[in-house]
């Protein structure tokens, strides 16, 4: 048996997954934030407005279902 495992390793070795380096890829435990950076001054009500969203928008969490 350890033999066989031993070749099945060297096979594992010379063909990667690359589907299962794809899914952990993809599907990431802790992904990057690609948000844009909130503005440092807000001379307008619609400036203003657009902080008050963006730091709502922290509290949204899109989601991908694994199939």
Known sequence: MKEIKKGLDQLKDKHPNFVDM???EVFATN???VADPLPT???TKAAKDRIALMQNARNV???IPRV
């Open 22 to 24: 794809a899914s952990k």
């Open 31 to 33: 992904p990057k934030s």
């Open 61 to 63: 969490r899109i989601g």
């Open 41 to 43: 001054r807000a001379w």
